[in-house]
Structures are given as structure tokens and as C-alpha cells.
T-cell receptor
């Protein structure tokens, strides 16, 4: 079955890079996602990567996928206070109309 | 503007009462979902629906019920059988494509006193 794991908390200084990690267990995962949740709000999609890709970059965001280790990471360059939020890793598997979410990593940016 | 709307944002109920949370979308999405979020436990799937008049249990369906009479609407009822109903509830919708973005509502915070 699907299982997505993340660490609970990350603290970084403003201007530094943040790296949020995620591991998943289902080797047939087709798409992997990063969602952002600001306090008291719903989740918003930040970026996604197809499982046949190793890396995807979008402005300050870089997603790295290591299929052998089933490891996904989200790097945020030049982290700003507005990046403080909970970040969820998620996976969807071809043939299943359901997305499985990780527990969420709370990112705290220190000014 | 297209989107997904949950109401109300905050809800208080007495223990033992049933309560219904509203979720409406005008994105023409086939799939709709209800999640529960507790501190330190991430999102847990309660129910989901891929078509009108059909729905499936998620990981924590006990004590909850849903209906999908219209494509646009997927209300969640928290029944008195739910032992610990105080939580943040999130509704989402998506297409049925493999690569699909889930659009989330702003959530309803339910407090049972």
C-alpha cells in the first residue's frame, strides 16, 4: 500500500536554502507532488514531478527525485518569511484516482 | 471565479449532536474528497467520491457519512458515533486524470464541546 513519510519540523534562517525531504513506499508511483498549507487555510499545489524525471526546477523551487531510494526532496532557495508554512509531499499512482499525502513538514523561517 | 468552497469556517457543536459540513465546487470536477487534519498527523482521508451517487470509504470513515447527489456538492456529516470529532476538516476536488491537481477548500474547524 501507499505510505508517504516526512519529518515534522524544519527551521532555517531567512536567505538560507531549505530542504524538505520525503520518502514513499509505492514503487509504482506515477506523480509526486509538493503542496503548501498556510495557517488556517487549505493546501495549494506548489509543483509536481513525473516519476520518470530526476529533477524539476521552477524559480526558487527545485524538486529532486531518487527513484532507487524512493526519496523526494523540495529545495527552496533564498527562503523568505513568507515561505513559513506546512509542506506536504503527496503521491498518485496510475489507475488509482486517489492522492496519498504525507504528514506535512512545518517550515519555520527565522528573520 | 472557479473554486471550491467550504462553509462554515468555524463550527461549534455540543457532544452527541450530528453536524453537517458543506463543500461546493464549480470546477466541474468529477472527484471530491474529505480529509481530516489533526496536529502532527497530517491529512487522513475520510471519504471520497468519483461520480454522482457513489462514494468510497477512506482510511477513517467510522463515525462519518457523506452523500453525492449533485456533482457540485459533497457534504460531510459528523455523527455522534465519531469519538473525537474536534479537528480541521478539508474538502478537495480533482479531475480523474492520473496527473491531477487537487484543489482544496479553506477548511472548517469543528469544535465539539
Amino acid at each position: 500500500g501507499e505510505d508517504v513519510e516526512q519529518s515534522l519540523f524544519l527551521s532555517v534562517r531567512e536567505g538560507d536554502s531549505s530542504v524538505i525531504n520525503c520518502t514513499y513506499t509505492d514503487s509504482s508511483s506515477t506523480y509526486l507532488y509538493w503542496y503548501k498549507q498556510e495557517p488556517g487555510a487549505g493546501l495549494q499545489l506548489l509543483t509536481y514531478i513525473f516519476s520518470n524525471m530526476d529533477m524539476k526546477q521552477d524559480q526558487r523551487l527545485t524538486v529532486l527525485l531518487n527513484k532507487k531510494d524512493k526519496h523526494l526532496s523540495l529545495r527552496i532557495a533564498d527562503t523568505q518569511t513568507g515561505d513559513s508554512a506546512i509542506y506536504f509531499c503527496a503521491e498518485s499512482i496510475e489507475g488509482y484516482q486517489k492522492v496519498t499525502f504525507g504528514i506535512g513538514t512545518k517550515l519555520q523561517v527565522i528573520p | 471565479d472557479g473554486g471550491i468552497t467550504q462553509s462554515p469556517k468555524y463550527l461549534f457543536r455540543k457532544e452527541g449532536q450530528n453536524v453537517t459540513l458543506s463543500c461546493e465546487q464549480n470546477l466541474n470536477h468529477d472527484a471530491m474528497y474529505w480529509y481530516r487534519q489533526d496536529p502532527g498527523q497530517g491529512l487522513r482521508l475520510i471519504y471520497y467520491s468519483q461520480i454522482v451517487n457513489d462514494f468510497q470509504k477512506g482510511d477513517i470513515a467510522e463515525g462519518y457519512s457523506v452523500s453525492r447527489e449533485k456533482k457540485e456538492s459533497f457534504p460531510l456529516t459528523v455523527t455522534s458515533a465519531q469519538k473525537n470529532p474536534t479537528a480541521f476538516y478539508l474538502c478537495a476536488s480533482s479531475t480523474l486524470d492520473t496527473n491531477t491537481e487537487a484543489f482544496f477548500g479553506q477548511g472548517t474547524r469543528l469544535t465539539v464541546v
